[in-house]
C-alpha cells in the first residue's frame, strides 16, 4: 500500500515507470552488452564446430566479412538510436518505422529469442560446472542443479541496480578476454606443422556445402552488441553512448574472434585444423592450450569458461527483463510488468517473470534427463543447441526487420536525403541479415545435428514463426480493442508524458 499526499503518489507511479537515468556511462554500458557475446564460450564452442563438423577452414576471414555486414547494420540503428530511446530497443524501433502492428510482433519475437538464448546458456553451464565438480573435488552433482542455483542468483542480481550489474559482468568479463588472448599470444607464436599461416583468410577455404550454418553459427556469436539501445534510458547521453558503444562492441568482438579463430588454425595448422576440431570437439581450445601453456593454465581456463558463461546469462537476463518493462509500460504485457524497483530502480518484474520462464524451462528439461551427459541426445545438451539456435534465428529476423524500419522512419519523417548513406548501408545490411536468415531455415537441421527429415528441423524455426504470427494477430487485435493502446507502442516515456499532460487538462 502506497502512503502520502496524492502528488507523492503520483511521482512515485510516474518513477516506477521508468528506469532510473544515469545509471551507466560509456564503460559500462560497454562491458554489459559484450558480455553477451560470451567471447570464451564462442572460442571454446563454436569455433571448434564451425571448424569441424562444417569443415570451414576460413573461419577467421569469415567474420571479417559478417563484421562489415554488422557495421553496415550499425550505422542505420545506431543513428535511430539518437531520436528513439526506449528499452524495447528492437521492436520499438520497429513500431516507429513500420507501425504498431509490426512492432507487437516484433516485441513477442524478440522476448521469446533473447529468453531462449539465456535460458539455453543455462544447460551448458549446468553441464559444464558439474564435469568440473566431479573432475577436480569427486562430487556427483547433477547437471540442473548448478543451473537452478545460476537461476536464483542470476534472477536476484536483476532487481539490483544495474550499474552493480556492470561491475560483475566487467569483472568477469575481463579475466574472460585475457585468458583467452593468453592463449592466442601461446598459439602464434608456438604454431603447428604449417607455422604461422594466414590460408585460413584465403578466399578459397570459405567454399563447401557448411558455409551456410557457418554463416548462422558466427552470426550468433556476434549476438549482443545490438543491445545497447536496450539500456538508452539507463545511460546519461544516450544519444551519444549508445551509437558509441555498438560500434566498439562490433569492432572489439569482430577483432577478438577474427584473432581467435586465426590461433586455434594456426596452432593446429590450417591443414590440420578440421580433422583435430574433429577429433577434440568442445575440448579443442583446453587441448591445444595445456600442450603449451600447461595442465594448470588449462584449469584455469575452465574457471574462467563457466564465469563467462554466467556473466552472458545475466546479461541477457538484463536485456529480457527490460524487454519485458517496456512491453508492460506500454500495455503489451500486464501494468505489473512495466514497473520497477523502487529501491534500485531496475526492471525487477520483468526480472522475476524472467526468472520464472527459465526456472520451468530448466526444470522441464531436468524431468526428461534420463540418458549419460556425454550422450548427444542428452536433454541437456537440447537445452543449449536447441534454445540457442532458435533465438539466434529470432535476432537475425529482428536485425533483418529492423533495418526496413529505419528506412522507413527516415522516409516518412524526410530525411531520406540527409540520411541517404546511411539508409544504403541499412538496405545493404538488411539484405545480407535476410540473405543468412534463409540459410538459416534451410540446413536448420543442420544446426541442431539432426537426421535428415527430422521433424525438429521446421519445429524449432516455427517457433519464431509462431511468435510473428502470433504478434502480428495481438497487433491487430490491439488497434481495433484498444487504439490507444496500440498507438503507444514503441513510444515509451513519450506516451507516459503524454498520458500526464492529457490528464492535467482542464
Not at 519485458?324 to 526492471?347: D, I, K, Q, Y
Request: aromatic share 10%.
Amino acid at each position: 500500500m502506497l502512503t502520502g499526499s496524492t502528488s507523492e503518489i503520483s511521482t512515485y507511479l510516474g518513477q516506477e515507470r521508468r528506469l532510473r537515468a544515469g545509471r551507466l556511462g560509456l564503460p559500462g554500458l560497454l562491458l554489459s552488452v559484450v558480455a553477451a557475446s560470451a567471447p570464451m564460450m564462442v572460442v571454446a564452442g563454436v569455433m571448434p564446430t564451425t571448424f569441424g563438423e562444417m569443415g570451414v577452414v576460413g573461419q577467421p576471414l569469415l567474420f571479417v566479412i559478417l563484421a562489415v555486414v554488422l557495421m553496415l547494420f550499425s550505422v542505420g540503428y545506431a543513428e535511430m538510436s539518437r531520436h528513439v530511446h526506449n528499452a524495447g530497443a528492437f521492436y520499438a524501433y520497429i513500431a516507429r518505422g513500420l507501425g504498431g502492428t509490426a512492432g507487437a510482433a516484433a516485441s513477442v519475437v524478440a522476448l521469446v529469442a533473447y529468453s531462449a538464448m539465456q535460458v539455453g546458456i543455462f544447460g551448458i553451464f549446468g553441464f559444464e560446472l558439474s564435469g568440473q565438480l566431479a573432475k577436480h573435488f569427486d562430487i556427483g552433482v547433477a547437471w540442473w542443479i548448478p543451473a537452478l542455483v545460476a537461476v536464483v542468483v542470476v534472477g536476484a542480481l536483476g532487481w539490483l541496480k544495474i550499474d552493480l550489474n556492470a561491475k560483475v559482468l566487467g569483472v568477469l568479463l575481463l579475466v574472460e578476454c585475457a585468458t583467452v588472448l593468453a592463449f592466442d599470444a601461446a598459439g602464434l607464436a608456438q604454431p603447428g606443422r604449417d607455422g604461422l599461416s594466414l590460408h585460413s583468410f584465403n578466399p578459397g577455404t570459405l567454399g563447401g556445402a557448411g558455409i551456410g550454418t557457418a554463416l548462422c553459427f558466427c552470426v550468433a556469436a556476434f549476438v549482443g552488441f545490438e543491445q545497447a539501445p536496450v539500456y538508452a534510458e539507463e545511460t546519461n547521453r544516450p544519444h551519444v553512448l549508445v551509437a558509441r558503444a555498438m560500434f566498439l562492441a562490433v569492432g572489439f568482438v569482430a577483432l577478438f574472434f577474427v584473432v581467435g579463430s586465426w590461433a586455434l588454425s594456426v596452432a593446429a595448422g590450417p591443414s590440420q585444423i578440421v580433422g583435430t576440431a574433429q577429433k577434440q570437439g568442445p575440448n579443442l581450445l583446453f587441448w591445444l592450450a595445456q600442450n603449451r601453456l600447461g595442465a594448470g593454465f588449462t584449469d584455469v581456463m575452465h574457471v574462467f569458461y563457466v564465469t563467462g558463461m554466467f556473466a552472458a546469462m545475466l546479461s541477457f537476463h538484463n536485456v529480457v527483463a527490460r524487454y519485458a518493462f517496456a512491453m508492460g509500460r506500454e500495455g503489451l504485457l500486464p501494468a505489473a510488468v512495466g514497473r520497477t524497483s523502487r529501491g534500485s530502480g531496475a526492471p525487477a518484474y520483468g526480472s522475476l517473470l524472467q526468472s520464472a520462464v527459465s526456472l520451468v524451462v530448466v526444470l522441464v528439461f531436468a524431468a526428461t534427463d534420463n540418458r549419460p551427459h556425454d550422450d548427444p541426445t542428452a536433454p541437456v545438451l537440447h537445452l543449449f543447441t536447441w534454445m540457442g539456435n532458435v533465438g539466434a534465428l529470432g535476432i537475425i529476423l529482428l536485425m533483418a526487420t529492423a533495418c526496413a524500419a529505419v528506412i522507413a522512419f527516415f522516409v516518412r519523417h524526410g530525411a531520406a536525403r540527409a540520411q541517404a548513406g546511411r539508409l544504403a548501408a541499412s538496405g545493404l545490411a538488411g539484405a545480407a541479415l535476410l540473405v543468412i536468415a534463409v540459410l538459416t531455415v534451410k540446413d536448420f537441421g543442420v544446426l541442431l545435428g539432426a537426421d535428415p527429415g527430422s521433424a525438429l528441423s521446421w519445429m524449432l524455426p516455427g517457433i519464431i514463426g509462431l511468435s510473428a504470427v502470433g504478434g502480428l494477430v495481438y497487433g491487430l487485435v490491439l488497434k481495433a480493442a484498444r487504439p490507444a493502446v496500440h498507438t503507444r507502442i514503441g513510444l515509451g516515456n513519450e506516451a507516459f508524458q503524454l498520458e500526464r499532460a492529457a490528464a492535467s487538462r482542464p
